[in-house]
Each structure stands twice: as C-alpha cells, then as structure tokens.
C-alpha cells in the first residue's frame, strides 16, 4: 500500500538555521503531497501542498519540489525562527481529501 | 478561517467503560469526517471515514463494534471507543472537509485507559 516515510525527531537547530526535514513516498499512481504542521498543542494545519510531479509548494518561508524520480517532498526552510518549533507531517492523498501521515518530525 | 473542534481534549477511564469524543465543525457544513488515531513515535492512522447520514467506512483491521462512529448531522461526529482497555489509550484526531476546501483537524484526544 502507500506510505510515507519521514527523518525521525527531533531536529534541534539554531535560529536562523537552514532547515531540511526528508521525506520520501511510495504510492501507486501520481498521488498529491502535503506538508502539515502541528504547533503545541493546537490541531494539524496545512504548511503546504504540490499536486503533480515538478511543483514547488511553498508558504511562510516553507518549501518543498515534488520530486518523482526520487519519490521525495523534502521540506526545507533557509532561516527557521523560534516561531517555527512545532511537529511536521509528511503527507500524501490516496483519493480525496483521504491521507496517508509519516511519523512526524519535531523541531526544536 | 474554517474550526474544527474537538471535545474532550484528554480523557481519563477505567478499562470496560466506554468513552464518547465530539468532534464538530463551528462554521461549515461538515459533508465528510475523518478519524485517525496515532500511537506514539508513530505516524496518524486513518481508522475510518464518516459521510452524514451514512455508516462509516472503517479501515482493514479497525474493530468497527469497538469505535463505534456516528455522523448524524452536518456538524457532528462522535466516536465512542467502547469496554475501553489500556491498548486503546492513545490520541485521536479527527478532521473534517465540505469538499470544497482542504481538510481542517480538531486538536485530538488523549485517551489514557487505566
């Protein structure tokens, strides 16, 4: 079946630190891809989608590029803040609206 | 933006009693809920999906007389874990869309079975 794997937590970096969260799929098919974060104790929310192969999603500084032939959707950032701690999730759609989580990885 | 709020936000129970979560839009119309559970150091696992009006659809290996889920109205679904034991403890999270916009997450459940 599908699955994402995500780089297990927690990461721990300075301010102003460049930021790489991996995260690899295996899916059948050309699934959409997400990352959600997850601020303390708050809900999950949408950081950032890519629908197809070659799209970049990006949002508040957040990127990542849907890579197909590496099946990656690496999430990286160029300066982190405090702000930013939170755990991140690596997603991918199976069908609509229908999610597929990685583990999570905590950012301190 | 869309709310989705999720009650209680951690429960304690003693095994064989069963335990109600709520989960509820604030303001849109909930067409389709979902419920996942994540045990720890581990990812979110979809246990089932709730349409209004209709039986949930559970997941291979979900007990669906254990979770029992219900989605009577719009803007609320209920999952009851039932006679609770301490393998159920766990977090649960629900989220909710009207097919119109992305999924919006409640902030979970902690569930702790003693």
């Known amino acids: 079946g599908n699955s994402v794997t995500q780089m297990e937590g927690p990461v721990t970096l300075s301010e102003e630190a460049f930021l790489t969260i991996n995260c690899t799929y295996t899916a059948t098919g050309y699934p959409s891809l997400f990352w959600y974060v997850q601020y303390p104790g708050e809900g999950l929310q949408l950081l950032l989608k890519?629908?197809?192969?070659?799209d970049k999603g990006s949002n508040k500084g957040f990127e990542a590029t849907y890579r197909k032939e590496t099946t990656s959707f690496h999430l990286e950032k160029g300066s982190v803040q405090v702000s930013d701690s939170a755990v991140y999730f690596c997603a991918l759609s199976e069908g609509f609206q229908k999610l597929v989580f990685g583990t999570g990885t905590r950012l301190l | 933006g869309a709310v989705v709020s999720q009650h209680p936000s951690w429960v304690i129970c003693k095994s064989g009693t069963s335990v109600k979560i709520e989960c509820r839009s604030l303001d849109f119309q909930a067409t389709t809920m979902f419920w996942y559970r994540q045990f720890p150091k581990q990812s979110l696992m979809l246990m089932a999906t709730s349409n209004e009006g209709s039986k949930a659809t559970y997941e291979q290996g979900v007990e669906k007389d254990k979770f029992l889920i219900n989605h009577a109205s719009l803007t609320l679904s209920t999952l009851t874990v039932t006679s609770a034991h301490p393998e159920d403890s766990s977090f649960y999270i629900c989220?909710?869309?009207?097919?119109?916009?992305?999924?919006?997450f409640g902030n979970g459940t902690r569930l702790t079975v003693t």
């Open positions: 890519a629908t197809k192969a070659d």
């Open positions: 989220s909710a869309t009207d097919h119109n916009s992305p999924l919006h």
